[in-house]
């Protein structure tokens, strides 16, 4: 079911279309990838969905009602940590959280259990009592993240979340992220490709304002570069020779030496066909016994290079 939908949007800033017509829906329970080099747009939709900015054309539905009707019935639905995380640093964390907590409108006993969850769910039991400016960039992340989910919120919009951080903090709040993916809507702003793939099931690519791609991320990284790359393992004769004669293939590189008539290889091909049932054929044709035959994930380096580049759909 449909949370989240953006109909030909379009946002300017003087002479400069920094979004231009954008269309996408996020269904309830998602978590998808939001992706584009510096400049794409990324954040100027985020601040349009969140209402930060409004669209010069366009429409954007939240839960099928257009947000220049939900007003702030739809803020209220929507969790948002922006790229800067602005915090105040001479707070506690548990005073900057129930602050953010009453202007949420919680008081009392709903905010003490909110409060509970949020610092639950993002690990910050052991600073709770600490001043902010006292934590690492990693825990402030953490910070802003549990005033963003204080509310439950069924849309969570996230831009950057990992920025600044380094390697083991990007993967602890990649772990926060997972977790709270599980039961809500997330919308997942980066250019940190790595978090893309283990976090988010669907990824859209926008490039010069513009939607280049839109789909599972592993359909749009088997397509990366307009190749896909099966794995083969087989013994019998000539298997190297017969596979390179196959119908699309475009290589076929051996992995580590045979061992008798036993040989791994790595088979390139075109997008256009599946070679697998071709491959599967040749085996039963030719004698072989087939050890291994599956399709490995492309690159998304290679998807977001080809697509940002060109600024071509997919």
Not at 72 to 92: I, Q, S, T, W
Not at 187 to 205: F, G, M, Y
Not at 269 to 274: C, G, S
Request: with cysteine; glycine share 10%; charged share 25%.
């Amino acid at each position: 079911m449909t949370l989240l939908q953006l109909d030909t949007v379009t946002k300017r800033y003087g002479q400069v279309t920094a979004v231009d017509g954008i269309s996408f829906t996020v269904d309830r329970g998602e978590v998808v990838g939001f992706l584009g080099p510096n400049g794409a747009g990324k954040s100027t939709t985020m601040r349009m969905i969140t209402q930060y900015h409004d669209p010069d054309s366009g429409r954007i539905l939240f839960d099928g009602v257009p947000l220049a009707e939900a007003g702030r019935e739809a803020k209220r639905r929507v969790g948002y940590l922006p790229e800067n995380n602005p915090l105040y640093a001479d707070m506690l964390v548990e005073e900057y959280l129930a602050f953010i907590g009453r202007l949420r409108g919680l008081r009392g006993v709903p905010l003490a259990s909110a409060t509970d969850e949020a610092v639950s769910s993002t690990g910050l039991a052991t600073v709770y009592r600490r001043p902010i400016g006292e934590l690492s960039k990693g825990f402030r992340q953490r910070v802003g993240l549990a005033a963003a989910i204080l509310h439950h919120p069924d849309l969570l919009v996230l831009d950057e979340p990992t920025e600044g951080l380094d390697p083991n903090q990007r993967v602890e709040i990649r772990h926060v992220i997972t977790a709270l993916g599980r039961d809500r809507t997330v919308l997942l702003s980066t250019h940190v490709l790595p978090e893309v793939k283990n976090t988010c099931t669907r990824l859209l690519i926008i490039n010069q304002g513009r939607l280049a791609a839109d789909g599972p991320v592993d359909d749009l990284m088997s397509r990366a570069g307009g190749r896909v790359q099966i794995s083969v393992e087989a013994e019998g004769t000539e298997v190297l020779a017969r596979l390179e004669r196959l119908a699309g293939v475009e290589s076929v590189v051996p992995l580590g030496a045979p061992v008798g008539a036993r040989v791994r290889a790595r088979v390139t091909a075109t997008v256009q066909q599946d070679i697998r049932p071709d491959v599967f054929r040749l085996a039963s044709e030719s004698g072989w016994t087939l050890f291994e035959l599956h399709q490995e994930a492309g690159s998304l380096e290679d998807l977001f290079r080809q697509l940002t580049a060109s600024g071509e759909a997919a």
